[in-house]
């Protein structure tokens, strides 16, 4: 149990070496490592410097992809927590899915109005805690307010500037809202929001990234440059695949919209 030990010590100090450093120091085994354990060592070494290598290869022709690079969290955990980055990222990905849910739609919902921010002078309420919203035909949603009568111009401004291309109407405490006719211009309008909103999620996505890689180039003093620099790919990884996924749901949504 003790040489194994000192064996696992000697392959995690090998872990943070450059390569070159690791070939000059692979022979240097724990004292006492028998044969097994040390061929064990060897081929775990032979093993981490081929994922680097792998990792280093530019993608060549058509269709391929640069080697993905994977950290074990455990061992970087106190340089930066890996898994809350990429749910970060993974946030502003649905983020963007429920924008197109709520508000590029070919056709209008009474629930697509729910979280519409209404700001009166006592704060700002989603539309549905203000008003009772329901759908009277097809073409008509209507949004009572008698609850709070005060707060029916602002519901009705916050309609307007809701970005849903809406005309509500008020009548007392009623707002009418009726249904645009889903036109090739409402059609094609809609696709060129959808398109805006995927750009404001990628500079979300942008700022996550900038916020860890900061967070790595910090230890720059501390750790090897090969750990730093694995780091850094893995994160532009997790950026690549989450930009990846904003770009499936706009083709998507736009062959929605369009045809």
Excluded at 33 to 45: D, H, T, Y
Excluded at 234 to 239: L, S, T
Aim: hydrophobic share 40%; net charge positive; with cysteine.
């Amino acid at each position: 149990m003790a040489m194994a030990l000192r064996c696992f010590r000697h392959l995690h100090s090998l872990l943070y070496c450059s390569p070159l450093a690791m070939m000059r120091r692979m022979p240097q085994a724990a004292a006492g490592c028998p044969a097994p354990l040390l061929e064990g060592c060897r081929q775990c070494v032979r093993q981490v410097m081929l994922t680097r290598q792998l990792a280093t290869k530019k993608a060549k022709g058509k269709g391929q992809t640069q080697a993905k690079v994977n950290i074990n969290a455990a061992l970087v955990e106190d340089i930066i927590n890996l898994e809350e980055t990429n749910e970060d990222m993974q946030a502003v990905v649905e983020a963007l899915k429920e924008d197109f849910n709520r508000n590029v739609s070919v056709r209008t919902s009474p629930g697509a109005l729910d979280h519409i921010i209404v700001v009166t002078k006592d704060g700002k309420f989603p539309l549905n805690q203000l008003g009772q919203i329901s759908l009277k035909s097809p073409q008509l949603i209507i949004v009572n307010m008698t609850n709070f009568p005060e707060s029916t111009a602002a519901a009705m401004k916050a309609i307007r500037e809701s970005g849903m291309n809406l005309n509500p109407e008020v009548d007392g405490t009623l707002i009418r809202v009726p249904i645009p006719k889903v036109t090739r211009e409402h059609r094609e309008s809609l696709a060129k929001l959808a398109k805006q909103s995927t750009n404001k999620s990628k500079d979300a996505l942008r700022k996550v990234r900038s916020k860890s890689m900061n967070q790595v180039k910090k230890f720059k003093s501390k750790v090897s440059e090969d750990t730093i620099w694995l780091l850094e790919k893995q994160i532009q990884q997790m950026a690549d695949n989450a930009a990846a996924e904003m770009d499936k749901l706009l083709a998507a949504k736009t062959k929605e919209l369009l045809g």
